[in-house]
């Protein structure tokens, strides 16, 4: 039974509104959470797309379903009270929705854990998913992914008391990690004198450090700054470089799926040169003190 949790940030979100292409009429769209000023993205009401295309089905249907974590604060969080979603990947889903010619409301959210984001794909669960989703090459056997959106360095989070400052200090210690993650792998290639834990989610992980059943935690240091500055000061986060290569994030979508990829990299391109990716950042990352970084360069393939 776990005996403390550690609090998850919720953060409001604030988005400008995305450049239109010259085909497209827009109009705006309110995704207020009732906390803050509401998120608002610009609708392409008028967008037109290929012929049989993925965004031709989505726009026809009127809706999306994207798969994303409802654990992490500042990425994706699902606030138990009420329902709302927030976080960076959920900004994410709205800019592409937007761009589809969708709404917020027009959005179904379900959540994604790391070890079920390519069965989700494949067996058609999700259209998408945005969820501190690592682009690797053993991934993209499987599915395909259009970015990266967002790079970060895998790090430590570590009681406020405790001792272990290095990797060097993880001997003989839990280290916990999401099942099925890059993060868990990461665990047994880089520091294999350490034992790893392997969980459904990285709450349950910062539960268990909580706790004292763990010693660490580890993933994306992205994540890990959230959980830690709504932590009341129990939690430390140490920026250890767990990984020398830093993660990159990616949309994950069907495999052969080669136009629809094409499409939500230029939308990203398009998000990060009219600000509305700065933005996004600065709503829901930034909450923890950290400035909108220059965003990666897409990797078309």
């Excluded at 989703?133 to 360095?153: C, H, M, N, W």
């Excluded at 700065?278 to 970084?293: C, E, S």
């Amino acid at each position: 039974m776990r005996t403390k949790h550690i609090a998850a940030m919720t953060v409001s979100a604030v988005l400008g509104a995305a450049a239109l292409s010259a085909c497209s009429s827009a109009k705006k769209a309110d995704g207020s959470d009732g906390k803050g000023p509401a998120p608002s993205v610009t609708v392409a009401t008028s967008a037109s797309f290929p012929a049989g295309s993925t965004m031709e089905k989505l726009n026809k249907a009127g809706k999306i379903t994207i798969g994303i974590k409802i654990d992490q604060p500042g990425i994706g969080l699902k606030d138990p009270a009420g329902g709302k979603y927030t976080g960076f990947d959920v900004e994410i889903g709205k800019i592409i929705a937007a761009d589809l010619g969708l709404k917020p409301d027009q959005i179904n959210f379900v959540e994604a854990v790391s070890a079920n984001r390519e069965t989700f794909i494949q067996n058609g669960t999700v259209d998408i998913v945005i969820a501190s989703y690592s682009i690797t090459d053993t991934r993209k056997q499987k599915v395909s992914f259009a970015g990266p959106y967002l790079e970060t360095d895998q790090d430590l989070l570590v009681a406020k008391d405790s001792k272990i400052a290095a990797l060097g200090d993880l001997a003989g210690k839990k280290v916990c990690s999401a099942k099925g993650s890059t993060s868990f792998k990461n665990i047994q290639t880089n520091i294999p004198q350490a034992t790893a834990v392997g969980l459904d989610t990285y709450s349950q992980c910062v539960d268990q450090l909580g706790t004292g059943q763990v010693d660490a935690v580890t993933t994306d240091g992205a994540i890990l700054q959230g959980y830690a500055a709504k932590s009341s000061g129990q939690l430390k986060y140490l920026p250890v470089s767990v990984n020398p290569e830093k993660q990159k994030y990616g949309i994950g979508l069907g495999k052969d799926d080669a136009a629809f990829r094409g499409w939500l990299d230029d939308q990203l391109t398009k998000a990060y040169g009219d600000g509305t990716w700065a933005q996004a950042y600065n709503a829901t990352l930034g909450q923890a003190g950290t400035a909108a970084p220059t965003p990666p360069a897409v990797e078309k393939y």
